[in-house]
């Protein structure tokens, strides 16, 4: 995908989206750590969105796709003006709503992110990011300390996308929250079976360096238990 909006770019250079879809796969490539070099994603996504938005300060997309980044970056307060701006432009877009709760939850704003997170999906039950939003709710639960609550929402991403390790940590933490330490190291080594490098120091440099440090504290606590 990145290489095709660079295609499109360069045929293109006044394509706002196209600009837009270079900061999102950029964003997409930090978010799963496809790549050591993360400095340099970062800055080329931030770039992108910036110039996106530079472009077309009306298009919604690429407020969106310079916020996601920019939730990376650990810009917060930036990230969740350009994902408002984002959802100002397109009330129905559900995946503002989901960035602006992603943006909440690693800022330390978890009840704030909830209620967003739960509309972006009665706005598009269907999504096929829908782990994805399920994986926040519970993850704004486990924040929070509420360890059931937190297990009910995080079921579905571990089933839905076995195949990432960030699917299975919200549920490895809700049942370490509870001392259910047996089916809690079950959700660890699924996440090691899709990550074969994950520990608790990969996590914290790589998964959750921009995370609140309150939550950041009650992550490891419980994924360490």
């Known amino acids: 995908a990145h290489r095709l909006f660079l295609e499109a770019v360069e045929r293109d250079p006044n394509f706002a989206l196209a600009h837009g879809g270079i900061a999102y796969s950029c964003f997409q490539e930090l978010f799963h750590n496809y790549d050591d070099n993360k400095a340099e994603w970062l800055a080329r996504g931030v770039a992108a969105g910036e110039h996106a938005v530079a472009l077309d300060d009306k298009d919604s997309y690429a407020h969106f796709a310079l916020g996601r980044v920019l939730i990376i970056a650990g810009e917060f307060d930036r990230a969740i003006a350009e994902l408002e701006r984002?959802?100002?432009?397109?009330?129905?877009?559900?995946h503002g709503y989901y960035g602006i709760a992603q943006a909440f939850n690693r800022s330390g704003r978890a009840e704030e992110a909830i209620p967003l997170v739960e509309m972006a999906m009665r706005m598009s039950p269907r999504d096929p990011?829908?782990?994805?939003?399920?994986?926040?709710?519970?993850?704004?639960?486990?924040?929070l300390g509420n360890y059931a609550e937190a297990e009910s929402?995080?079921?579905?991403?571990?089933?839905?996308?076995?195949?990432?390790?960030?699917?299975?940590?919200?549920?490895?933490?809700?049942?370490?929250?509870?001392?259910?330490?047996?089916?809690a190291r079950e959700a660890v080594n699924a996440a090691r079976r899709a990550r074969p490098d994950l520990s608790l120091a990969w996590v914290q440099q790589h998964y959750m360096p921009e995370v609140h440090p309150e939550y950041q504290e009650r992550m490891l606590r419980l994924l360490a238990k």
């Open 86 to 94: 984002s959802t100002s432009l397109n009330p129905s877009f559900a």
């Open 129 to 143: 990011m829908l782990w994805g939003m399920r994986a926040i709710r519970a993850m704004g639960s486990n924040y």
């Open 153 to 183: 929402w995080a079921r579905q991403p571990a089933h839905a996308r076995p195949d990432l390790y960030q699917s299975h940590l919200p549920l490895a933490m809700a049942l370490a929250g509870q001392d259910r330490m047996a089916d």
